[in-house]
């Protein structure tokens, strides 16, 4: 399925398990939206949700944490 048929979707549900993933999600979540950072286009989806563990949240930044635990308590 390509990005675009993705982004066309009424909803986007992200598992993202696991430490080996945590720069992915990383660049995905504080980085630019970019190619070379292919999930971080999710980002400009109205309806996205992203399902981390301890594991793949671990280099994420305090203030980008906060902001996701916030928005799934909206």
Known sequence: MSVRQILKTR???CVV???RKADAVKACLEGDVTPMAPA???RTHANTT???D???AALLRPETRG???TSEDA
């Open 17 to 19: 398990p696991d430490a």
């Open 11 to 13: 909803e986007i549900i």
């Open 54 to 56: 301890r594991d793949s």
């Open 67 to 69: 902001a996701i635990l």
């Open 40 to 42: 971080s286009i999710l």
């Open 50 to 52: 992203l399902y981390l």
